[in-house]
């Protein structure tokens, strides 16, 4: 069975500091992944996606198959960061996404 | 600019009452869904559908029911709610095809006391 697992649900970093948000799957066939973003006060947003293999505010994801995660890094933390993030899988054919349930990360001035 | 658009932002019913939440986009597009957001647990899928008058249930579908009469439109209907169902919803469109992009409403807090 399909599953996303976002270990931590709270991180907090120093601006300027690097930060990682870890994303694992768990998926037989190949998967489709992304990650969406919350700031407070907005609405759910799509802030990247791995076929994309771009950057969006200074954050990449790589997808690892062999290990299996989709971990989200920024080199440089901002304040502007903090917000909800969720990791989300998707399958060729299916119509959603499953979602991890969250990092809520705090980028400290 | 795409939209969805949730009809209430915020909602306060008690045990035992019957609650819509209406869901409206403007994107033409064929999946709707309606997802529960709370703290801890993430996004579950409660129901979605992929057509006019076509569902299928998620993850977490008891309790709730839902209709589609019209393209542009998702009605989430809780029959008899319960305080179990506190929580914040959200309603979210998507065109189809390859896994793609989910565009999300703003969200309906429902408190049941």
């Known amino acids: 069975a399909q599953r996303v697992t976002q270990p931590e649900k709270l991180l907090s970093v120093f601006k300027g500091a690097p930060v990682e948000l870890k994303c694992n799957y768990s998926?037989?066939?190949?998967?489709?992944l992304f990650w969406y973003v919350q700031y407070s006060r907005q609405r759910l947003q799509l802030l990247l996606r791995?076929?994309s293999r771009e950057s969006i505010k200074g954050f990449t994801a790589d997808l690892n198959k062999g290990e299996t995660s989709f971990h989200l890094k920024k080199p440089f933390a901002q304040e502007e960061d903090s917000a909800m993030y969720y990791c989300?899988?998707?399958?060729?054919?299916?119509?959603?996404?499953?979602f991890g349930t969250g990092t809520r990360l705090t980028v400290i001035p | 600019d795409v939209k969805v658009t949730q009809s209430s932002r915020y909602l306060v019913k008690r045990t035992g009452e019957k609650v819509f939440l209406e869901c409206v986009q403007d994107?033409?597009?064929?999946?709707m869904f309606w997802y529960r957001q709370d703290p801890g647990l993430g996004l579950r899928l409660i129901y979605f559908?992929?057509?006019?008058?076509?569902?299928e249930k998620g993850d977490i579908p008891e309790g709730y029911s839902v209709s589609r009469e019209k393209k542009e439109r998702f009605s989430l209907i809780l029959e008899s709610a319960s305080t179990n169902q506190t929580s914040m919803y959200l309603c979210?469109?998507?065109?189809?095809?390859?896994?793609?992009?989910?565009?999300f409403g703003e969200g309906s807090r429902l408190t049941v006391l």
């Open positions: 989300a899988l998707g399958q060729t054919g299916a119509n959603n996404l499953f």
């Open positions: 559908s992929y057509d006019v008058k076509m569902k």
């Open positions: 994107m033409d597009h064929e999946n």
């Open positions: 979210a469109s998507w065109a189809g095809g390859a896994p793609g992009e989910l565009f």
């Open positions: 791995h076929i």
């Open positions: 998926y037989s066939g190949s998967p489709e």
